[in-house]
């Protein structure tokens, strides 16, 4: 097994922005404050704050178009938000230039989505190896790493195949893995039970709670299921790109907004 890296940040490189003096509490690993982010003019995020402990599973709920995948993106490194802060084990993420933001993703975060994106051209076991593999590790032991993690999801006798021969849910098994063979301090898994059936929801939803709990992984679940949201320690619900207290104060429903098309929905702000 790898063992998990240590906690240094990434390099600061250049940003036209300047940290705030307001620094995170102490007992987050992750945290964000008052978060603002848009889609082409239409509101994702209206100042969402939010903080994560470590090892904590945390399941980020709402109905589609809430918000949930755009705050995923920000909390790891892959929007900018236009205003306000995410703070990372006390490294202010929101004024990382782009090969920091880039390099603490591969390094210390893990992303599972509800499409597995493997590569088809990489066996199985270099897809699940492939964040080990960009930063340096060595074959064997990627290799090592990325086999005992498709064992676990039992899916190791595929290790030597291409994705091509491999079913959806065996593929979602591998996007798992590729999420946890470098034992990552958070992973983002943004509906990533969606596309499977029970039986298959259920091995995967164990595997990663597991996972969570035998080597303190922090994870932040999107999931609008409620039998997925029930893993979780605690939850944090969005509507309209709200907190849902925020929204409900203010008058707010599910209904009082359209929900954007499935297409859009799916590229921008929920899954």
């Known amino acids: 097994m790898v063992a998990p890296r240590d ?3 990434p390099d600061n490189a250049p940003s036209d922005r300047t ?9 987050d690993l992750l945290w964000a404050r008052s978060l603002h982010y848009s889609h082409s003019g239409s509101p994702g995020l209206i100042g969402v704050s939010v903080g994560v402990r470590a090892g904590e599973i945390l399941a980020l709920t709402g109905p589609r178009g809430s918000g949930k995948t755009t705050l995923l993106r920000c909390l790891s490194g892959q929007l900018r938000p236009e205003q306000g802060e995410v ?3 006390s490294v202010p993420v929101h004024t990382l230039g782009t090969l920091a933001r880039e ?12 499409e597995p994106r493997l590569l088809p051209e990489l066996r199985v076991w270099e897809n699940a190896a492939l964040p080990l593999l960009m930063a ?7 290799k090592r790493a990325a086999c005992e993690w498709l064992d676990r999801l039992d899916i190791g006798a595929f290790a030597r195949k291409h ?6 849910a065996e593929s979602q098994r591998v996007a798992l893995a590729r999420a946890l063979a470098h034992l990552p301090a958070v992973v983002f898994a943004d509906e990533p039970t969606a596309p ?11 595997t990663l709670t597991t996972a969570a709990r035998s080597h303190g992984i922090t994870v932040l679940l999107a999931t609008h299921d409620e039998e ?14 709200r907190p849902a207290a925020a929204a409900a104060a203010a008058g707010l429903s599910p209904t009082s907004f359209p929900q954007p098309p499935e297409d859009q929905a799916a590229c921008s702000l929920s899954a």
């Open 7 to 9: 906690n240094a940040p």
């Open 19 to 27: 940290p705030s003096d307001n620094v995170p509490p102490q007992d």
């Open 87 to 89: 703070w990372f084990n």
């Open 103 to 114: 390099r603490l993703r591969r390094d210390r975060f893990g992303w599972i989505g509800p």
């Open 136 to 142: 340096g590790a060595g074959h064997r032991t990627a």
């Open 163 to 168: 994705p091509g021969c491999l079913n959806r």
């Open 196 to 206: 499977l059936h029970r039986t298959e929801r259920s091995l995967l939803l164990r």
């Open 228 to 241: 997925t949201a029930a893993v979780a320690d605690r939850r944090f619900s969005l509507l309209d790109g």
